[in-house]
């Protein structure tokens, strides 16, 4: 395949930035996104050009690393990550349109990787529970009905990617945070926290600069893990009835 | 800061008032629209005529269109301060965006189909509710008893083909505006069920169609009635 790569280039988070073009060829329908960029950044490496840069890590599609607005998509055109998209998802001369995730809240540092630290920071205003130490508890000692177990594992089973606000018209967080405070507040271990922790994650994802929902419901049919609004729903519930009902003043 | 303006000016605190009075201006479409179609009774407007002056002597109708007005006014502010905060939240857009693969049209245009509604109404608000309250109005006679005679100036606003199609139009954006805004409501509430939900969207869906229609339909009737 020869492919025309149209990729954004920014020095660091003060350079204005903008798109340059590649011509690759030699570019097989077997490989991911990501070999292929690595297949580009080797001829570049040869030429003494600056190689593009971009997050990656597992690629294996379960660390959330890898991001990348490809051809106006997160993670491209199948509702997968990067990593786990391959270029037989492309045709033979095509262009593609490389740009990193666009909010306020994921600075760019450089071409393609964004600070998605703001992620971190709302988990640590609440995505816990506190657990004693001392011996092993005995499996199944809290008893939890299947359903719920299930529901609690689907909203776990965000990554963290942020595709959610790459396509959110309003770079919104709230899938993730959701998800997050879905994923604890359904288990019995979650129970302690419950309501700080709704109270504190809202309050950190609004102070980090993501933006409001409007439920278009972008986020869901972009989530590579499929994560589900229903999630959205519970959150807004969850601080509807902390913020009336919590100890917090 | 209190704990209510505190949740108040959170993202989801906005979302909720966006929600609540969006759902009381929805509530409100249907009386409105149940009221009006009394427009199209073949009694030459006694009973709209009738109705109106019953709705405009009402306290309890008073106290809730001061409400309404208020609301509106909410609806308003909050969705241009939500407006505000989300085109700050992504300060660069992209060059290539596929949107339309993953969203409807309705949801990512409620600002810019709420604005063509406000332009709407404040035309609406002049033309009939400014008019019938302050403005010099016919009367009419049922029974000895003198009424305003507010079916003549709905009339002969309605013989007038561009202020008809001006309230189709609208009712259209209307429409696409409730698509959206009925279900939405309710997820932004928390109302999110596996058993409800399905419900909510058709009644939602059905409800954008309906309510716009019938409301589309008044002017239109009564444009053929003049000709």
Redesign the interface.
């Known amino acids: 395949m020869n492919l025309t790569l149209?990729i954004w280039r920014q020095k660091n988070n003060s350079d204005k930035g903008g798109?340059k073009d590649y011509k690759l060829g030699g570019v097989s329908k077997d490989m991911s996104f990501l070999e292929m960029l690595d297949v580009l950044n080797e001829e570049l490496a040869a030429k003494g050009e600056d190689p593009v840069h971009f997050d990656h890590d597992c690629r294996e599609g379960i660390c959330g690393m890898c991001s990348l607005?490809i051809?106006?998509?997160p993670h491209g055109p199948q509702q997968t990550t990067t990593c786990q998209l391959h270029m037989r998802s492309f045709n033979d001369g095509e262009t593609i349109?490389i740009?990193p995730w666009?909010?306020?809240?994921f600075p760019v540092l450089k071409d393609l990787v964004t600070d998605r630290s703001a992620f971190d920071r709302i988990i640590q205003a609440g995505g816990y529970v506190s657990v004693n130490t001392g011996g092993v508890p005995d499996a199944n000692e809290i008893p939890i009905p299947k359903t719920i177990a299930d529901m609690a594992m689907d909203a776990a089973q965000c990554i963290g990617c942020g595709a959610c606000v790459a396509?959110c018209?309003?770079?919104?967080a709230m899938l993730f945070t959701s998800a997050k405070v879905s994923q604890l507040a359904l288990l019995p271990q979650g129970q302690v926290e419950r309501k700080t922790r709704a109270e504190k994650m809202?309050?950190q994802?609004?102070a980090e600069?993501?933006?409001?929902?409007?439920?278009?419901?972008?986020c869901e049919?972009?989530c590579p893990k499929g994560i589900s609004?229903?999630n959205?729903?519970?959150?807004?519930?969850?601080?509807?009835s902390a913020?009336v009902s919590s100890q917090?003043? | 800061m209190s704990w209510v303006s505190k949740t108040l000016s959170s993202t989801l605190g906005k979302k909720l008032l966006m929600a609540l009075t969006g759902l009381f201006l929805i509530l409100f479409l249907v009386i409105h629209l149940i009221g009006n179609l009394q427009l199209l009774f073949p009694d030459n407007g006694e009973s709209f005529n009738l109705y109106a002056d019953s709705m405009a002597n009402n306290p309890l109708i008073r106290i809730v269109s001061i409400g309404n007005f208020a609301f509106i006014l909410l609806h308003v502010l909050y969705s241009i301060m939500l407006s505000r905060h989300n085109n700050i939240s992504r300060p660069i857009d992209y060059a290539v965006n596929k949107a339309s693969t993953n969203s409807s049209w309705s949801s990512r245009n409620m600002g810019i189909l709420g604005t063509i509604i406000l332009i709407f109404l404040l035309v609406h608000l002049k033309g009939f509710y400014y008019e019938i309250k302050f403005g010099e109005m016919p009367t009419v006679d049922y029974a000895g008893v003198t009424y305003k005679n507010v079916f003549a100036i709905v009339a002969a606003a309605y013989s007038n083909v561009l202020y008809v199609a001006f309230y189709v139009v609208a009712m259209g954006f209307l429409g696409f505006h409730l698509s959206h805004g009925f279900a939405s409501a309710f997820q932004t509430l928390g109302l999110n069920h596996v058993k409800y939900s399905p419900l909510i969207q058709k009644v939602g869906f059905g409800f954008s169609i309906i309510v716009p229609a019938l409301f589309a339909l008044i002017p239109i009737v009564m444009y053929i009635q003049s000709l």
């Open positions: 149209k798109f607005y051809n106006g998509k349109t740009e666009r909010a306020k809240a396509a018209k309003n770079a919104s809202v309050a994802m609004d600069g993501f933006g409001a929902c409007t439920n278009t419901g972008a049919a972009e609004i229903t959205i729903a519970r959150m807004n519930r969850e601080y509807f913020v917090n003043v």
